[in-house]
């Protein structure tokens, strides 16, 4: 099988652990307004690549991997859904840690071929890398053109299946920098029992020229990027409502 590939990074270090080669597939659903990475929505875009090519280009470097493996990115990869559990499933044949970064807005349990794919995917998946775009589900839609519900749909589909995961969320002034949503997106995680690690991203506009490039309107042009202080204050905030879901 062949999948469309946007490009392929070989010795990442932030899309789970260890050194891993990050592979971003294309096509999107979501138009987040802070996308820092439109060149990827277009599911016709990338170059087809097979399972066996990256399979082979993995191995080629395998020596770094050793405490790492294989994530799949995107774009959204689970537009492609049986092009990445193909792979997956070779890939743990040959004993590669396998991660799943993804924003789980395809997931729809209610039609039982796509429960029967995302069932067979998590089978081969070690590590999923949630991206929660925003806690509130009518602030989520506006910020993402897509609705919430797939994504807690997820959450809680990973957390019957006894899934880790990473959660990660863009801390955005004047959209996702609020302290009510920080401390609800606590809270709910904090009821969960999967959570493994929490990524708080601070917004950044390093994408701007990607959108010149496309001829499109960069949504977010008047936004400030967030400091990193102001990132790890909000890390706090969902901390406190973590604990305080807890109990603590």
Known sequence: MSGRVHSIESCGTVDGPGIRMVVF????????????????????????????????????????????GITVSGGEPLMQIGFVTELFEKA?????????????????????????????????TDLVLLDIKHIDPTEHEKLCSQPQQPVMAFESYLEEKKIPVWIRHVVVPGITDQEEYLLR????????SNIKALDVLPYHDMGKVKYKNLGIPYPLEHTAPLSKEAAAKAR?????GMRESRGL
């Open 25 to 68: 597939l294309s096509g999107c659903p979501m138009r987040c307004l802070y996308c820092h990475n439109p060149d990827t929505w277009d599911p016709k875009g990338g170059t087809l690549t097979s399972v066996e090519e990256l399979l082979a280009q993995y191995d080629k470097m395998k020596h770094f991997y050793t405490k790492g």
């Open 92 to 124: 743990k044949k040959s004993g590669i840690h396998t991660c799943l970064d993804t924003s789980g807005i395809t997931f729809h349990p209610e039609n039982p071929a796509v429960l029967e794919q995302f069932d067979r995917l998590m089978a081969v």
């Open 185 to 192: 997106l606590g809270q709910y995680l904090g009821m969960r």
């Open 236 to 240: 706090h905030i969902i901390l406190k």
